[in-house]
């Protein structure tokens, strides 16, 4: 059974920055592509950054490019999701997903399995 597990959101100042971290167990890491979607308050749960199983593709949401980097470390069986220059909008429960096989997506419905988030607000 997969598990992920996410951590390092918190509450940090517009222009401020954090890294999210999220952790599988239960399977093979480096048989997913990993991924991170948002949801605010009332929103739909959106895509925000996608990095395939070796690390060599990556896709992000235009309101994230040139501020948020998304990584793995498929030793560690952990993505990250280094968040620079946050803005108040950023504010949402952020969700690691895992796809298997070697295509990457931007669908919220093509990830199999979903960590339970972790909150990060910025203010203003």
């Known amino acids: 059974q997969v598990q992920l597990v996410e951590s390092g959101g918190g509450l940090v100042q517009a222009g401020g920055s954090l890294r999210l971290s999220c952790t599988m167990s239960?399977?093979?890491?480096?048989?997913?592509?990993m991924g991170w979607f948002r949801q605010a308050p009332g929103e739909e749960r959106a895509f925000v950054a996608t990095?395939?199983?070796?690390?060599?593709?990556?896709a992000y949401a235009d309101s994230v490019k040139g501020r948020f980097t998304i990584s793995r470390d498929n030793a560690k069986s952990t993505v990250y999701l280094q968040m620079n220059n946050l803005k108040p909008e950023d504010t949402a429960g952020y969700y690691c997903?895992?796809?298997?096989?070697?295509?990457?997506?931007?669908?919220?419905?093509?990830?199999?399995?979903w960590g339970q988030g972790t909150q990060v607000t910025v203010s203003s």
């Open positions: 239960g399977r093979t890491f480096s048989d997913y592509n």
């Open positions: 990095i395939s199983w070796k690390g060599g593709r990556t």
């Open positions: 997903a895992a796809r298997p096989g070697i295509v990457i997506s931007v669908r919220r419905n093509d990830y199999n399995y």
